[in-house]
């Protein structure tokens, strides 16, 4: 098995919706923001290259929404999904599974593109299974007002009409039941119901793929929780049996958000839990 990280592009958002009741003084020490109190995040996206399977784990923002659109999140760098991918020698099409950590856009956008004529939508990874689960997929379709902007309809539904739609927890041939020992999942509800996080063996190190459970290395203390979480009291118990799990067993957390660090292992302090160090990929891997 062989894993690489994949850059889809940078976005920039509110300091203040990203670190919720955390003043500004402390968070822009780990998060400078711009004149805009706006920080940098990355959409940094995995790909597994699993014998005849390749996995990848979410697909950033994509590329079919509207300029007024993108304009809101201030789309920068000069990478994308497809020149990531090209990068290590694969296209969109060589793509057999798609493993959607939750339907927020900025994490599943780049699922679905426009048909040619832009008349419409398709998926776009033509030869891949999608995978969500059932739980997540009823809360996104059928959205509450808080997160309503959030699940656009064109990011989510062609997925299903194609016919390439499973749920990891609903029936045989599951992506999990023909890899038990490589990749299992975390749900969390804190953020958004049932949200997965995936935890991945390899090379002898366990991997956990944070997603919206840990945006930034600078939101490890446990009461920075973002404002975008729909239930943040949740988020912090869930928060701190995520941080015990990694310390107690030397896991390795890849962010999917920081734009600086890609890995990071954590510590116990008498403060609470902290930064231990961060790594790029091929330091460690």
Not at 66 to 78: C, P, V
Not at 153 to 173: A, C, D, H, R, Y
Not at 256 to 271: F, G, I, P, Q, Y
């Amino acid at each position: 098995m062989t894993i690489y990280p994949i850059e889809t592009g940078n976005l920039k958002l509110d300091g203040g919706a990203m670190f919720g009741v955390v003043p500004k003084t402390i968070w822009q020490k780990t998060n400078p923001a711009d004149s805009n109190n706006l920080i940098t995040l990355s959409m940094r996206s995995m790909l597994i290259e699993d014998g005849d399977r390749l996995i990848l784990i979410d697909t950033g923002i994509g590329n079919k929404q509207s300029e007024k659109f993108f304009g809101h999140f201030h789309l920068f760098g000069d990478f994308s999904l497809e020149q990531s991918l090209a990068k290590h020698g694969f296209t969109k099409d060589d793509i057999t599974d798609v493993f959607l950590t939750h339907l927020h856009f900025d994490h599943c956008g780049g699922s679905v593109e426009w048909t040619e004529n832009k008349q419409g939508y398709r998926p776009a990874f033509k030869n891949a299974t999608y995978w969500s689960n059932e739980q997540h997929w009823l809360w996104a379709t059928e959205p509450n007002p808080r997160e309503k902007a959030s699940f656009l309809k064109e990011n989510i539904f062609p997925i299903q009409e194609s016919g390439q739609l499973k749920f990891v927890n609903k029936g045989k041939g599951s992506i999990l039941e023909e890899s038990p020992l490589n990749f299992s999942v975390l749900y969390v509800d804190g953020h958004t119901e049932k949200q997965m996080i995936p935890i991945i063996k390899y090379k002898g190190k366990t991997i956990v793929f944070a997603a919206d459970m840990l945006p930034t290395v600078g939101h490890i203390p446990l009461a920075y929780v973002m404002g975008y979480d729909t239930r943040p009291l949740l988020t912090m118990s869930e928060k701190s049996d995520f941080l015990n799990m990694v310390v107690d067993n030397d896991y390795y957390i890849f962010m999917e958000h920081d734009s600086v660090n890609e890995l990071c292992t954590l510590k116990k302090t008498e403060r609470g839990i902290r930064l231990s160090e961060t790594f790029k990929w091929n330091e460690i891997f």
